[in-house]
């Protein structure tokens, strides 16, 4: 293979800053055309089966069709190199490693994107490429513990579709694991790396970002009010505004939460 041969890309990701900062550095390599942006499974898996790209660099966690679900829905013969895109998912990481599957960690470094590329050229010039791709496969179910077909039919049947947040919140903490129910939630407040989870007079602390935590919270019934704040929209009692284009959001508990000026269109959510 030529060593100045251009690789087609597609970057999947929720994220539009995340997808912005990854095409800006991309577009600094002279050897890299992207093809398409995605910012969901379904549209992703689409625009892959039409332009084929040699490589997609795919964030794992996103809601609806996850990354790896994803990687699942894809025919082996049109599977791209995929470079997987996490922020904490330490323990997906170090099973893509070991599968010989390529991932870098956000923030994305330029000197690691680098090497991401190097490392599909690599596998691009194998004999054996079939046989990657089935490893890849493999190695995706063996994290998400379901098959293609199985995730096939619930994207068929629109099960992906807001459809999925579960009943339950597991907290794990000193080796036990505690079911808090959704609907019991109060509201959500970051800690440094942990989050704490607020439910009838109790907290419960568990280690998950904040974007991980909200993909498992129903958007109907919760909504980011602070980049650091979650609130169950059906325990806000009261909104007081202030001059300054704050809200301060009482719940019916009597706690006040801060709703920042980011996040003031969230106010329509609540009348």
Known sequence: ???VETLSAIIVDDEPLARRGLRL??????????????SNGRDALE?????????????????????LQLVQLIPVDAL????????YDQYAVEAFEINAVDYVLKPIETERL?????????????ADIASQREQLLEAVADLTNESA???????????????????????????????VPAQEIDWVDAAGDYMCVHARGETHVMRITMKELEQ??????FQRIHRSTIVNLSRVREIRAHINGEYNLVLDNGESLKMSRSYKSKVQHFL
């Open 1 to 3: 293979m030529s060593a």
């Open 25 to 38: 550095r991309l577009e600094q390599m002279s050897d890299v055309e992207i093809v398409a942006e995605s």
């Open 47 to 67: 625009k892959i089966l039409a332009l084929k790209p040699d490589v997609a660099f795919v964030d794992i966690q996103m809601p609806g069709v996850n990354g």
């Open 80 to 87: 791209p190199h995929v470079v997987f895109v996490t922020a």
């Open 114 to 126: 680098e090497l991401s590329l190097t490392r599909v050229r690599e596998k691009r010039v194998s």
């Open 149 to 179: 077909e199985a995730l096939e039919k619930k994207l068929v049947s629109g099960k992906f579709a807001g459809s999925t947040y579960p009943d339950t919140i597991a907290v794990k903490d000193s080796g036990k694991i505690t079911l």
């Open 216 to 221: 498992q919270l129903d958007p109907k019934l």
